[in-house]
């Protein structure tokens, strides 16, 4: 018998009321991902069908996502090193184009998320925020919420791609 979702198990122990939807989404899109790829085939994983972003985008992006968005969140800006990975996301690079790789690279990056958003005052929800080099604006609570949505619209979008790929 299937787990009902996230959301649907209650609070998160020390996670603030206010932050409990994105950190929801965030386990759900990770539970899903782990579950979908658990037998997918690697020689697959940079597949681009029908002109789609592959698997491994996919799964490069929602980690990168989530790591630069949070740094805004934070108030800080992008370091050389996020920088380059971005610029690096699509293309499989050194141990960075396997699958379990890719996938524990996820599941990091939300672990992290989870602490910065258990560590978060939530009076400063609505702080603003800028966002990459010409500091466009937002707010803490803005950029959550942004990270949870973009990740799960990703999630979406690898399941449809996964789907066209093993029926192949």
Known sequence: MSKP????????????????????????????????????????LWERPAGLASPGFHLQHMAGVINRIFTYAKGGQLNQEQLDTLNK???????????????????????????Q??????????DKRGVGRAMLPSTVIGLYVHAAEHTMRHAGQLLATVKVLNEK
Do not use: C
Not at 21 to 27: G, I, K, T
Not at 89 to 111: C, I, R, T
Not at 117 to 125: K, W
């Open 117 to 126: 958003l258990r560590e978060t005052d939530v009076a400063m929800l609505e």
């Open 89 to 115: 996301e699509g293309k499989p690079e050194g141990n960075g184009d396997n699958l379990a790789y890719l996938l524990q690279a996820f599941s990091k990056q939300v672990d992290d998320a989870l602490i």
């Open 5 to 44: 979702e996230v959301w649907l198990r209650g609070p998160l122990n020390d996670m603030p009321g206010l932050l409990q939807p994105v950190a929801h989404a965030l386990l759900q899109a990770r539970e899903e991902i782990n579950d979908l790829m658990q037998a997918f085939p690697e020689e697959l």
